[in-house]
């Protein structure tokens, strides 16, 4: 998982007090390595009333490292009083960014602090979260707009919201269809053509692996999937390409085709096709492809800091949680040290 985390609380009531000892119990797992099995990187901004405490990790080993706390204004024992009474602190404010391995079953990022944010915090405390695991982008945002509540999970927004982003960097072409059993020949053949040109315009590789008779009366084919990858072993772009937008609506317009002639067929996607603007100041968008509820392939951008953001009410995901809730039921105060270096 890699996650970027911003909270900040204005620490004023009994709520807040409350919250704030959720976050010091956050911030000292992180310390104590509970439930991660190793970090590639962690960095922490804690700011105390207007006073900064620096952690970072160093890795010793490829499964051992420690975190280094520093502060130009306290102590080592200053720095571990401050965040063992953080609760007793009015102004805080919290930046993390960090990637790793981490344990199921043991909350980081969206999945605890979703379950903390009460509407009593309205106001006192804002939190946002951009997290990724495997493939999987999410934002989480919490925060008051013009005295209202805005709070959910932050939905991708339409390209063309984004056109005047001339040029993007392509990280990865490749595109994995699921296909259902009984597919008429006529259809096989037809998105066979299709991939085919579109492999050889793009130098990309085209995997089909049809069943040799198909049906048994030989009516139908049962390719099982297709995928679509750039022409290297692994999917990922080796050498950089950039396209500007009217080639990315070439390309997505050619990858739809072969999508729509398969549609009534699909059993999935799995999405590996993103880009990313070439311009800086647009780091954390990311161009890629998605499914609706109509079953329709769409170009969407992932921007979770973008002024206008579409937010996805919790309870559209509340299932899943709590499926999740329930399993942790008994974990909450059990700490497992990854390692004693972590202590400081």
Excluded: C
């Amino acid at each position: 998982m890699r996650a970027k985390e911003a909270i900040t609380i204005k620490n004023v009531n009994e709520d807040t007090r409350a919250f704030t000892i959720s976050v010091k119990k956050y911030i000292q797992d992180f310390l104590q390595g509970v439930r991660i099995e190793s970090f590639y990187n962690f960095s922490m901004e804690l700011s105390v009333d207007d006073k900064v405490i620096i952690g970072t990790y160093i890795a010793e080993d490829y499964r051992k490292g420690v975190i280094k706390l520093e502060s130009l204004q306290f102590t080592e024992e200053g720095m571990r009083k401050v965040i063992e009474n953080l609760e007793f602190h009015e102004n805080i404010s919290v930046n993390l960014e960090y990637s790793g391995f981490f344990f199921y079953f043991y909350y980081y990022s969206i999945s605890r602090f979703r379950i903390l944010l009460d509407e009593k915090l309205k106001g006192y405390v804002t939190y946002f979260a951009n997290e990724q695991q495997e493939d999987a982008l999410t934002a989480y945002v919490f925060t008051e707009v013009d005295g209202e509540l805005m709070r959910g999970y932050i939905d991708k927004h339409p390209f063309d919201k984004y056109k005047h982003i001339k040029d993007w960097e392509v990280l990865n072409m490749s595109f994995y269809m699921e296909l259902k059993d009984g597919i008429p020949w006529s259809v096989y053949n037809e998105a066979l053509a299709e991939a085919e040109k579109l492999a050889k315009d793009y130098n990309l590789r085209i995997y089909f692996d049809p069943d040799s008779t198909g049906d048994s009366d030989g009516s139908a084919a049962n390719p099982g999937a297709i995928e679509i990858e750039d022409n290297n072993s692994n999917g990922i772009v080796d050498n950089k390409i950039i396209m500007d937008v009217d080639e990315i609506e070439i390309y997505y317009a050619r990858l739809k085709k072969i999508y729509d002639i398969f549609k009534d067929y699909s059993k999935g996607i799995e999405d590996y096709w993103k880009m990313v603007p070439i311009d800086k100041n647009y780091k954390e968008v990311t161009l890629e492809l998605e499914v609706d509820e109509h079953n329709n392939l769409l170009l969407k951008v992932f921007d979770p800091y973008a002024e206008e953001l579409y937010i996805i009410p919790d309870d559209s995901r509340t299932t899943r949680v709590s499926a999740m809730e329930e399993a942790m039921k008994g974990w909450e105060d059990i700490q497992i040290p990854m390692d004693d270096s972590f202590l400081k």
